[in-house]
């Protein structure tokens, strides 16, 4: 899963929020340097890696794909998930996505402490360039393609992929919706582990 997905599944905790965030920032043990609720939506974050690299749902995603993006399937198939979750936003949570993305980025300001500087920085263009809303456009995410290939160490031109994308769109959208769900459930049952986390 992809950026926007982590922090809906996160649940409306604010630390909760900027764990799943940074899991994608923090790596290795965590040894309490952050709070609680921050490290437990890190955990949270890797558990939900975990449980969808697992599912039947996401391998039959990446048997969509040509074999030529084998290698870097979950790359395109996290960034592809997010456009359609986001296109189909209001299906999945009440609060408009704009009012979502603002809260968000609010609720971090006031946890700046705790944020590594890569993470800081990909936040404040995030806000500056509404980056999670643009999921929403198809040229949005070609955008997000090229630069995820510009930072592989390898450049491949993933954009490439984005017309197979567009033509599975019906397929990878019932994938899409039965890992998601799969995946809400998962994270839920794994928030109430901890009294507290689903009260805000």
């Known amino acids: 899963m992809n950026y926007l997905a982590h922090l809906l ?11 799943g965030l940074l899991g994608d920032f923090v790596k290795g ?12 939506g890190i955990r949270l974050h890797r558990r939900i890696d975990a449980s969808a690299d697992r599912h039947p749902s996401y391998h039959l995603a990446l048997t969509n794909l040509h074999p030529r993006w084998r290698r870097h399937g979950g790359i395109i198939l ?17 609060q408009p996505l704009d009012a ?11 946890r700046k402490l705790y944020i590594p500087p890569p993470a800081q920085a990909f936040i404040c ?22 630069r995820v290939s510009e930072r592989l160490s390898r450049p491949l031109p993933l954009q490439q992929a984005l017309p197979e994308l567009i033509d599975g769109r019906v397929a990878l959208t019932e994938i899409f919706n039965d890992l998601f769900n799969y995946l809400l459930l998962e994270a839920k049952r ?11």
């Open 125 to 146: 263009r995030a806000e500056q360039f509404t980056l999670l809303q643009s999921y929403c456009d198809e040229q949005g995410i070609a955008r997000v393609l090229t």
């Open 9 to 19: 599944l996160s649940g409306p905790d604010p630390d909760w929020r900027l764990g």
């Open 78 to 94: 996290d960034i592809w998930f997010d456009h359609l979750l986001s296109r189909h936003w209001d299906d999945w949570y009440p």
């Open 190 to 200: 794994f928030r109430q582990q901890y009294p507290g986390a689903d009260s805000r």
């Open 100 to 110: 979502f993305c603002s809260q968000c980025w609010t609720d971090f300001r006031a």
């Open 29 to 40: 043990p965590l040894r309490g340097e952050r709070p609680q609720a921050i490290e437990a």
